[in-house]
């Protein structure tokens, strides 16, 4: 093992529940503890990605950075830039 997923159930509302940012926060840190790599799952909006780069999640998934997509759109997608805070 060298994930963690952080369920989308705690990413939805970070930004604005302190509950679900102190379970978070505590979840990259256990990963840490064990060098695991983090990754939060449903990520849907820029305050949820500012909050989880400030918390130190490595990765995230979800509809903000791409709905799925046809094999082959992904090459151009993967090619393409992406800015998932919101500033141009």
């Known amino acids: 093992m060298d994930v963690l997923k952080i369920?989308?159930?705690f990413v939805s509302s970070l930004a604005n529940d302190s509950g679900d940012r102190a379970i978070v926060s505590a979840i990259v840190r256990l990963a840490e503890a064990f060098e695991l790599t983090?990754?939060?799952?449903?990520v849907e909006d820029p305050a949820a990605v500012a909050s989880l780069l400030e918390l130190g999640c490595h990765?995230?998934?979800g509809f903000l950075m791409s709905?799925?997509?046809p094999a082959e759109e992904i090459s151009t997608w993967l090619a393409s830039?992406?800015?998932y805070l919101g500033s141009k």
């Open 7 to 9: 369920d989308r159930s």
């Open 38 to 42: 983090t990754v939060a799952e449903g």
């Open 59 to 61: 990765r995230a998934q």
């Open 67 to 69: 709905e799925p997509l």
């Open 81 to 83: 830039p992406h800015d």
